[in-house]
């Protein structure tokens, strides 16, 4: 060891080699990492478990989003289904079917549905109106039996069309269709379901606004061009015929719109199958093809010899119905007071 004087102060200072300083540093080195080792080598408590965080992380779950109103928005008010109005709506992709069974000779398919595309013109033919008449027919279905009478009457610029029917099965049937003319022939203003005289379902012809609109179903359809209703159609048919009877000729075709008092309405579609033996004689053969289940197919012959009159109709509810026979009984008449 060495030592030195330190002039500044005349003490004496000594030094000891660097060597020993250097052993030193490096003994406390391996003491430190002796004692680190023994502390993460000792076992964990027996309560604690091995490897668990001291922090644990909960799992949230987090319900299913509900459609909730914001506190400070107004509550819709509740309106009861029956009292609520449609007024002029977008036709329905499908209207309700009636659950009751077909009726007796009216041409009224029970559960007709068929919905006409928007504003789908049909042809205008030129009409002739055929003079008042009653026409009675014997009716026939499977083993039933039964008679029904159509009165048509013209009066001035109006026309009345009533029909009449019993049948052995079934309920009678008291149908009225009432309107004027136009340049499509037969306007109709009001068709009727009657039951003990009064009017239970109609169908109304809006022609101030050009909408039809029923007693019943709470919807309306535009009123197209040449639209009957299903009694007046008949009526039509007859007036279309005498007026061009050179129209009627082998796959020729006559289509119309026909309206029902359940909401129902649909473009009938008649094809002339040609000249068939019917009523004594030889009539033109129709036939409209139903456009949907439940529909009806309709088959009628109209004579010339009795103003395109039909002498023969057959309805058909499709699929599953029995046929029901028209058959002429007396030839037409003029009503009494005519």
């Not at 659950?99 to 919905?115: C, F, I, Q, T, W």
Request: glycine share 8%; with cysteine.
């Amino acid at each position: 060891m060495r030592t030195l004087t330190d002039s500044r102060f005349g003490a004496v200072v000594s030094r000891r080699p660097r060597l020993g300083r250097v052993m030193l540093c490096l003994a406390a080195v391996v003491v430190a990492h002796v004692a680190l080792w023994f502390a993460l080598s000792r076992p964990p408590p027996a309560s604690e478990p091995v490897g668990k965080p001291a922090v644990q992380v909960r799992r949230l779950v987090v319900p299913q989003a509900h459609a909730l109103e914001p506190t400070n928005a107004p509550r819709a008010a509740r309106t009861p289904q029956a009292a609520v109005r449609h007024v002029q709506p977008r036709p329905p992709a499908r209207l309700p079917s009636a659950s009751e069974e077909l009726p007796a000779p009216d041409g009224l398919a029970a559960r007709d549905a068929e919905v006409p595309p928007a504003a789908t013109a049909l042809p205008v033919y030129p009409t002739r109106i055929p003079p008042s008449a009653r026409l009675t027919y014997a009716l026939q279905r499977g083993a039933a039996t039964g008679l029904a009478v159509l009165d048509w009457e013209v009066d001035g610029d109006g026309y009345r069309l009533q029909l009449q029917s019993t049948m052995s099965q079934g309920r009678p049937v008291d149908r009225h269709s009432q309107g004027g003319f136009d340049a499509a022939g037969l306007a109709p203003l009001r068709l009727a379901d009657r039951q003990r005289g009064r009017d239970v379902r109609a169908a109304n012809f809006q022609r101030e606004r050009g909408v039809i609109s029923f007693s019943g179903p709470r919807w309306e359809w535009p009123l197209y061009g040449g639209a009957q209703d299903r009694l007046s159609w008949l009526v039509q048919l007859v007036a279309i015929a005498a007026a061009a009877p050179d129209a009627l000729h082998e796959g020729a075709a006559l289509s119309m719109w026909v309206v029902g008092t359940r909401g129902a309405v649909g473009a009938w579609r008649f094809e002339v199958r040609g000249r068939e033996p019917a009523g004594g004689g030889e009539a033109w053969a129709l036939v409209r093809e139903p456009a949907h289940p439940y529909d009806l197919r309709i088959e009628l012959w109209l004579d010339p010899a009795r103003g395109y009159w039909p002498v023969r109709l057959r309805q058909t509810q499709v699929p599953g119905g029995e046929p029901l026979e028209w058959l002429l009984r007396d030839e037409p008449q003029r009503p009494a007071g005519t």
